[in-house]
Nanobody
Framework: QVQLVESGGGLVQAGGSLTLSCAAS????????LAWFRQAPGKEREFVAV????????SYADSVKGRFTSSRDIAKKTLYLQINSLKPEDTAVYCCAAGWTSSAVPFLYTYWGQGTQVTVSS
């Protein structure tokens, strides 16, 4: 079992920055990938980024490249998502997920956090 707890969301003005955290606990994370997804009201869950726990290698959705940075701290067992130049369309619930996949497809991930709300005002 893996438990994931997100934090760091909030209300931010457009153009601002935010860092989300995903604290992981439970089994060994070797071989797992940790991903960020987001879901805006009335929209489907959207892939944001995925990071290999072993190597730290990260892939991003085209829509967030250049503004979002995902990283992990092995000692703290925490995944981070740095978001710069926030836009109103970034408003969503951001969730982290873990699984034995690096896919952008949500259902391929086994473990999910509860999410943290990010609201960007214009």
């Amino acid at each position: 079992q893996v438990q994931l707890v997100e934090s760091g969301g909030g209300l931010v003005q457009a153009g601002g920055s935010l860092t989300l955290s995903c604290a992981a606990s439970g089994r060994t994370f070797s071989g797992l990938s940790l991903a960020w997804f987001r879901q805006a009201p009335g929209k489907e869950r959207e892939f944001v980024a995925v990071t290999s726990w072993n190597t730290g290698s990260t892939s991003y959705a085209d829509s967030v490249k250049g503004r979002f940075t995902s990283s992990r701290d092995i000692a703290k067992k925490t995944l981070y998502l740095q978001i710069n130049s926030l836009k109103p369309e970034d408003t969503a619930v951001y969730c982290c997920a873990a699984g034995w996949t690096s896919s952008a497809v949500p259902f391929l991930y086994t473990y999910w956090g509860q999410g943290t709300q990010v609201t960007v005002s214009s």
